[in-house]
């Protein structure tokens, strides 16, 4: 999946940990590359935002690959067991409002979320994803848009996301 040695993408470790604010020039690069034509691509347009919808964005392109991450990176940056996401290449993503503010979480790892509600967007890595931009499947207005393709980094597991396909399900909560 990863073109990466593993264990090195989302890894986490505790290391030059601060948030940059300053850092989103690029992406206004990105949007005036992502109108220029091209030809043949796959043309697949998706959109989505974070929680209080301050920020969105476009991504149009195919994914180079799709995949849960269970590292213990992304599972302290989500509050959550495991992250979905999504690669695609730098001009494929369009930020079309609100401005995220970036945390550099590990190495060279730099997660981009919603400075206001906190909602986590993107994961971008020049050291291990060079020109890729990792986007949270579940921000996606349709997140079923892009089913993942494989568990990653599941050395790093919690132990009872082996088995969630056990536990009971309510439609509902439980009455
Ligand atoms: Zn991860
Ligand atoms: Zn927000």
């Known amino acids: 999946m990863r ?4 264990g090195k ?6 290391s ?3 948030v940059r604010d300053d850092a989103y020039s690029f992406l206004e690069c990105s949007a005036e590359k992502a109108n220029l034509p091209d030809e043949g691509r796959f043309a697949m347009k998706l959109e989505g935002g974070c929680q209080c ?7 149009e392109g195919e994914p180079e690959h799709v995949a849960l991450c269970h590292c213990a990176d ?5 509050g959550a067991p495991t992250v979905a996401w999504a690669a695609f290449k730098w001009p494929e993503f369009t930020l079309t409002s609100g401005k995220p503010s970036i945390y550099n979480s590990s190495g060279s790892a730099m997660r981009h979320f919603c400075p206001r509600c906190g909602t986590g967007i993107l994961y971008a890595n020049e050291e291990y994803l060079p020109g890729l931009v990792d986007l949270q499947v579940a921000t996606l207005d349709d997140p079923d848009a892009l089913p993942p393709q494989a568990h990653i980094q599941v050395a790093e597991r919690v132990g009872w996301m082996q088995h969630l396909d056990k536990l009971p399900e309510f439609e509902r909560y439980p009455g």
Do not use: M, W
């Open 74 to 78: 992304c599972r302290k940056s989500s």
């Open 53 to 59: 919808g301050d920020v969105r964005y476009a991504v």
């Open 16 to 18: 030059r940990n601060k």
């Open 3 to 6: 073109r990466t040695p593993s």
């Open 9 to 14: 993408a989302h890894l986490g470790q505790r």
